[in-house]
């Protein structure tokens, strides 16, 4: 796909909340984006748990199980395996400008704290930081230890965005769909792309 208006590399980690993570990638779908999936396995353990969803093993089988579940154009959902070294997001010269890994575990968050780069996921964020480009990170764990607030500074400083997974209720969710949006709202917003899920605070008076 050429004519994409955004490309985005998403990482879903082995944290709960698999839900945010599979939202973004649907609202990033119908936004009209490119996304560079990334399931590591602990995570495909928690979709089972969490979700219905019975995602492949297989980078191209899951490829095509969420381009048909998202009704995706053919080639928008590119899933990549965490040793696929040859990926456009191992490289400064082919990633995307943006990358968010949602949910982010605790340690996916200390492994790209450190640059480890043991896997695709770590070394896409580590490229990601190195060419200076936006790193979302949406942490789901609590409580937080000094470990992990000692990582998120250390990445803040990098110019990582660290968005714990903390919806808000001021927007009065009627359903855990709507908390997730509230969520995946924010990232968007961050990402620079519109959206109409949850209404910015004081828009009435814009």
């Known amino acids: 796909m050429s004519d994409v208006q955004k490309?985005?590399?998403v990482a879903i980690t082995g944290a709960?909340?698999?839900?945010?993570?599979?939202?973004?990638?649907?609202?990033?779908v119908k936004a009209d984006a490119q996304v560079f999936v990334m399931v590591s396995k602990a995570a495909q353990v928690v979709i089972a748990t969490e979700t219905d969803l019975k995602l492949p093993a297989q980078a191209a089988s899951m490829a095509q199980f969420l381009t048909t579940l998202y009704q995706a154009k053919e080639g928008?959902?590119?899933?990549?395996?965490?040793?696929?070294?040859?990926?456009?997001?191992?490289?400064?010269?082919?990633?995307p400008?943006?990358?968010?890994?949602?949910?982010?575990?605790?340690g996916a968050l200390s492994a790209i704290a450190i640059g480890a780069s043991n896997n695709l996921i770590e070394?896409?964020?580590d490229v990601v930081l190195k060419e200076r480009r936006q790193l979302i990170l949406v942490p789901r764990e609590s409580p937080f230890s000094a470990i992990h607030l000692e990582n998120m500074l250390k990445l803040?400083?990098?110019?990582?965005t660290i968005m714990p997974a903390s919806p808000g209720f001021y927007h009065k969710p009627q359903s855990v769909l709507d908390m997730v949006d509230f969520m995946v709202a924010r990232v968007l917003d961050?990402?620079?792309?519109?959206?109409?899920?949850?209404e910015k605070w004081g828009g009435d008076r814009l």
């Not at 928008?76 to 990633?95: L, T």
């Not at 400008?97 to 605790?106: G, K, L």
């Not at 803040?156 to 990582?160: A, D, E, L, S, Y």
Request: charged content about 15%.
């Open 156 to 160: 803040t400083h990098m110019g990582v």
């Open 190 to 198: 961050h990402l620079g792309i519109e959206q109409n899920m949850i």
């Open 7 to 9: 490309r985005v590399t």
């Open 76 to 95: 928008q959902i590119k899933v990549f395996g965490k040793e696929d070294w040859m990926s456009p997001v191992a490289s400064g010269s082919g990633a």
């Open 123 to 125: 070394r896409a964020a």
């Open 97 to 106: 400008s943006s990358m968010v890994v949602c949910p982010c575990s605790a």
């Open 16 to 28: 709960s909340g698999v839900q945010y993570g599979l939202r973004l990638i649907e609202c990033l």
